[in-house]
């Protein structure tokens, strides 16, 4: 059966008003989407453009999002929780969290790797950056639980300093592209 991207979204809403905790709710429909990985594949290929919007109103935005080869995008936080799952490739969440002496500024907590098919849920407090060493794009449908163009929320440099709300003209200004062979995770 095809992937219909509509039918996902209608889904995903439904999920989402359905009872006492939405989020599961939505990650089971996510979760039984990338299973059928090869189907979403044949209409949301893992090529073009690295973001395309299905869906947005003021409970939920859902987008399909590229990260190809050696990019590193930086820290940023989404004020609302999400339901990430990749189906094809691979990427990794860096976590981060804010200095207790200095509310502005971030360290590294911790990391999170993902393969296809997997569903990753962040909560609401998460700052995060992604990133893929692997020689393919990794393709993910994320699922977020609100407005995510209107939430005010901030962004970070690839040195963990100057805090600033979130654009997404300086998020993809601020991403850099890995040197693959020298370059370690922490
Ligand atoms: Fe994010």
């Given at each position: 059966?095809?992937?219909?991207?509509?039918?996902?979204?209608?889904?995903?809403?439904?999920?989402?008003?359905?009872?006492?905790?939405?989020?599961?709710?939505?990650?089971?429909?996510?979760?039984?989407?990338?299973?059928?990985?090869?189907?979403?594949?044949?209409?949301?290929?893992?090529?073009?453009?690295?973001?395309?919007?299905?869906?947005?109103?003021?409970?939920?935005?859902?987008?399909?999002?590229?990260?190809?080869q050696g990019l590193q995008?930086?820290?940023?936080?989404?004020?609302?929780?999400?339901?990430?799952?990749?189906?094809?490739?691979?990427?990794?969440?860096?976590?981060?969290?804010?200095?207790?002496?200095?509310?502005?500024?971030?360290?590294?907590?911790?990391?999170?790797?993902?393969?296809?098919?997997?569903?990753?849920?962040?909560?609401?407090?998460?700052?995060?950056?992604?990133t893929?060493s692997?020689?393919?794009?990794?393709?993910?449908?994320?699922?977020?639980?609100?407005?995510?163009?209107?939430?005010?929320?901030?962004?970070?440099?690839?040195?963990?300093?100057?805090?600033?709300?979130?654009?997404?003209?300086?998020?993809?200004?601020?991403?850099r592209l890995l040197e693959l062979?020298?370059y370690?995770?922490?």
């Amino acid at each position: 059966m095809e992937f219909d991207a509509d039918s996902f979204v209608s889904q995903c809403r439904a999920a989402n008003r359905s009872g006492t905790d939405p989020i599961n709710a939505v990650r089971d429909v996510v979760d039984e989407a990338v299973s059928r990985a090869a189907e979403i594949l044949q209409v949301l290929p893992a090529s073009g453009e690295e973001e395309i919007l299905l869906y947005q109103s003021s409970d939920l935005t859902i987008y399909r999002v590229l990260v190809f080869q050696g990019l590193q995008y930086p820290p940023h936080e989404h004020g609302m929780p999400v339901v990430l799952g990749i189906y094809a490739g691979c990427e990794t969440n860096l976590l981060y969290a804010r200095l207790k002496d200095d509310h502005h500024r971030v360290k590294q907590i911790g990391r999170i790797d993902v393969g296809a098919p997997q569903v990753t849920v962040l909560e609401d407090h998460v700052i995060h950056a992604v990133t893929n060493s692997h020689p393919e794009p990794a393709a993910a449908l994320h699922v977020y639980f609100g407005n995510l163009s209107l939430q005010k929320r901030s962004l970070w440099t690839l040195d963990l300093d100057g805090e600033q709300q979130f654009d997404l003209q300086s998020y993809f200004a601020r991403a850099r592209l890995l040197e693959l062979a020298t370059y370690r995770y922490k």
